[in-house]
């Protein structure tokens, strides 16, 4: 155990584990003011939305970000979800009483059921690029709504009658999910198939000819995200009631891709901050907005949108951004610690650890007269 | 078996209706330096993309260490031990260079954990990256990379990025190492640099070395023997010195 104690040290940095030990803090403080009576129930019910969009956006950021398959069907895979983690949690609600189990197998069974689905619409989809696999995976989020809509043990266009969790205990176990979710993800993009995920993003070619099995990774990715997706609908169908079809639309999974580009594409943190934000502002308009107002709120949150992602982006605000970001103020505190105290970079030390049997000057500088260099190398091959 | 590392039978390919590439015979031995040459467009990278399973021969077949391999699946051919670096370089260009490395140190059997164990971060995880960073770090030191593995791939010299390929194929552990144009775009002294690199990894990782160039003191000064290819078909077979002399290249080169 000694071993793994130091493999652990080695690798261990606390970046690696910032989000989700972010999102606990917060929900711990959450907790904290729930019981005190300070959040109403609308406020529960926001947190429930944050967490499954944190877990939608995630997840569809493996496949955007990680993997570089654009898909546009996520919704599809939430859809999935929703209905049969509801209708799983209405059939075995009579016999098993703990209303936390229900959820929880509801959970795993819908994401299973997501997961099977992105199963068989990967295996034929992931052979197509680019703009062909976003026509698949949005004709499929089509219809998965459209055959949810027209079968009747799912309430058919009514939608299908869920039991809803009680709402000042739901984003408790969605917070929980989240942060499973976020260990999850985070340390397989920091495994070896993480490289592989991420090296098929870069140069597909040159992954192939470096040996790495592309369609399974592309599948493996694929159903991961459905996985995820389905659980994100599962705590959406324990969170509203009825489950309609009308919300899986193809708006819903732009809105999922909305939250993973200003996040950033390929940032974990970024999308759970994008997720957050979308939803809160979603949210705050839905209920400040009454009234002849309330037709606006589209075009706000477009306007809204459009600002951000153009400060985000844009050159001229480079300036601003720079001077107002976290790394930069982090950064100039660094400077001004090691302005007071010189550091050893430990580098050098730690490449001594490696025995290297060959001699880098003789090879790497053939300009020097081989013969005239006091070399082992060269003596032996007189020899 | 013979000491035949790989050996091509009648390789061919045909585009619709033309012939791109017909009849190649190419008997590499063990650890020897082997030269494809030709004018452009003789059809050479055509040839590497056949070994290496990009396309499927439509004719003939080739033999690794005596195993047939026509008809196997990229990753299949790199698992059986040939490994290829690209006549335009394709690094994982936003990826730091050891990862470059690492990356291809996927499939080595010393350093396999399932997804799960990625997932999940099990013991077994800890201690296979570590032994995998070392390993990396091991193969960066014998091309004298081990200063710039942190930096990101796109953002080393030209010449630093072949060096780099290189090493990312032999990190695949190959019994044939495919080289595509490993001295375009270098100086004199970045090639006589990657001569001796080239020779060096020949012995220290005991392998063969089948190279395409168009450089000829490169070619002549490393192969042993060398294939001459001409619009598709070959034009001279044999020892180095032999072949490059052969009035037929030197017509083709020069014309006339």
Not at chain 1, 322 to 341: G, H, L, P, T
Request: charged letters at 20%.
């Amino acid at each position: 155990m000694a071993g793994f104690a130091s493999n652990f040290k080695k690798q261990f940095k606390f970046k690696y584990i910032v989000s989700w030990v972010a999102v606990l803090a917060a929900l711990i403080v959450l907790i904290i003011l729930n019981n005190a009576g300070v959040l109403s129930r609308s406020v529960t019910g926001l947190l429930s939305r944050i967490a499954y969009s944190i877990i939608l956006a995630v997840s569809l950021n493996l496949v955007v970000g990680f993997l570089g398959e654009l898909s546009l069907g996520h919704a599809g895979f939430m859809c999935l979800g929703a209905y049969i983690g509801s209708f799983f949690a209405n059939s075995i609600s009579q016999s098993i009483d703990n209303k936390l189990i229900v959820l929880i197998l509801a959970m795993l069974v819908g994401g299973v059921v997501a997961c099977i689905f992105g199963f068989i619409i990967g295996l034929p989809a992931l052979r197509l690029k680019g703009d062909y696999l976003a026509i698949v995976t949005l004709a499929f989020g089509e219809i998965v709504r459209n055959v949810f809509k027209n079968l009747d043990i799912f309430g058919g266009a009514m939608g299908y009658q869920s039991k809803p969790y009680n709402t000042k205990e739901l984003y408790i176990v969605a917070f929980v999910a989240v942060i499973i979710v976020l260990i999850i993800i985070q340390n397989l993009i920091r495994s070896k198939h993480g490289r592989a995920i991420t090296a098929i993003r870069d140069n597909e070619i040159a992954a192939k000819a470096m040996g790495i099995n592309v369609t399974f990774y592309k599948l493996f990715v694929f159903m991961l995200s459905a996985f995820f997706a389905g659980v994100a609908g599962v705590i959406y169908g324990h969170f509203t009631t009825p489950v309609l079809y009308t919300t899986f639309s193809y708006n819903y999974s732009i809105e999922i891709l909305v939250m993973v580009v200003l996040g950033g594409m390929g940032s974990i943190n970024g999308s759970i901050i994008a997720a957050t934000l979308i939803t809160i502002v979603n949210f705050a308009l839905q209920s400040k907005l009454s009234g002849d107002l309330a037709a606006l709120r589209l075009l706000i949150y477009a306007l809204i949108l459009i600002i951000v992602v153009i400060f985000n982006n844009a050159p001229a605000f480079k300036n601003i951004r720079e001077r107002f970001s976290i790394k930069s103020i982090i950064d100039s505190r660094k400077a001004r610690n090691a302005k007071s105290q010189a550091k050893i970079s430990d580098d050098d030390a730690k490449w001594d650890r490696i025995e290297s049997k060959i001699k880098n000057d003789t090879i790497l500088t053939p300009d020097l007269p081989h013969s005239d260099a006091p070399d082992e190398s060269d003596s032996k091959e007189g020899k | 078996m013979s000491d035949l590392v790989l050996e091509t039978k009648n390789l061919g390919i045909t585009f619709g209706g033309l012939k791109a590439v017909q009849d190649v015979n190419l008997k590499v031995k063990k650890n020897e330096l082997y030269g494809l040459v030709g004018p452009n467009g003789a059809g050479k990278t055509t040839v590497f993309n056949m070994l290496t399973g990009v396309y499927q021969p439509t004719t003939g077949t080739f033999y690794l260490d005596g195993e047939e391999l026509k008809g196997k699946s990229q990753e299949q051919i790199n698992h059986k031990g040939i490994a290829r670096t690209f006549q335009n370089i394709r690094l994982f260009n936003n990826m730091s260079v050891i990862r470059n490395v690492l990356v291809a140190l996927h499939n080595q059997p010393e350093f396999k954990y399932s997804p799960f164990a990625g997932m999940f971060h099990t013991p077994k995880y800890y201690d296979t990256e570590v032994r995998m960073r070392d390993k990396a770090k091991e193969i960066l030191r014998v091309f004298g990379l081990e200063k710039e593995r942190n930096n990101l791939a796109c953002n080393l010299s030209y010449g630093t990025q072949r060096k780099l390929e290189i090493a990312r194929a032999l990190a695949t552990n190959p019994k044939l190492l495919l080289l595509d144009e490993p001295a375009a775009g270098m100086n004199p002294n970045e090639t006589a640099e990657l001569m001796e690199i080239v020779r060096f990894i020949r012995d220290e990782f005991n392998l063969s070395v089948l190279l395409i160039e168009h450089d000829m003191r490169f070619v002549s000064g490393l192969c042993d023997e060398v294939t001459v290819l001409n619009f598709g078909t070959t034009l001279a077979q044999g020892d180095t010195k032999t072949a490059l002399n052969d009035p037929e290249v030197i017509k083709a080169y020069i014309g006339g």
